[in-house]
């Protein structure tokens, strides 16, 4: 038995959940793992006995807690340095690590918009709030250029998957989810993700939770077809649909 616990959330809902624990299983690392319901009556003290940030994920070495999905995934890098965490090549792993600290810190509109949910298919159109396509239009940026810099050796942004892929994982079903148009390297790289077998292992269990969590069921976001006229847009789409 492995001496590595991941603690998560409910999988249909915890983005940041889902950045480690895809990261491990794809690169084949052991670990237990421990589902707390979010915000149910004993979250609260269930959490704060684990993290001491009260947030999930957390990952339990021995009495070791390491918390914050960056350092966990700086942290697991270390106990398997050839695991393929990062990529090999020192630009590209800088690059990586830049991309990945930008999807930690920033893109809070669409992450707050557009919550993860993936059981729902009925949310088309909705979720574009102010700051929005902003978010998209940066996200789709990033996703171009790795994936012409360093993606001729693999399908994901610099070829293998890496942490910058599990980072960006929960983007690619919220974009699928919300119905945001891709132009075709973006739509080739969300299928890459969507297809790994990892993240259908999540996918599955996901879509077998009977728990809601009322605060990331959006029904009351306005449906809206489109960019505004005035956005600058890179690439080849500026629809949303």
Known sequence: MSDLTLVIGNKNYSSWSL???LAMRHAGIPFNERLLLLFDENWKNAISAVSPSGRV???LHGERPVWETLAILEYVNELFPGAGIWPADRDARAHARSIA????AGFTALRAHMPMNLRRDDLKGRGRGPGVVEDIVRIRAIWRDCR??????GDFLFGDFSAADAMYAPVVTRLDT???DLDDTCAAYSRAVLSLPAFLEWREAALQEP???PEDEIDRE????SFPPNQATIGRSATVS
Do not use: D
């Open 19 to 21: 950045r480690p624990w």
């Open 222 to 225: 306005p449906e809206f077809k």
């Open 148 to 153: 012409e810099r360093w993606g001729a050796c």
């Open 57 to 59: 994920p957390v990952l």
């Open 178 to 180: 919300y119905g945001v």
């Open 101 to 104: 600290n930008e999807m930690h």
């Open 211 to 213: 728990w809601i969590v």
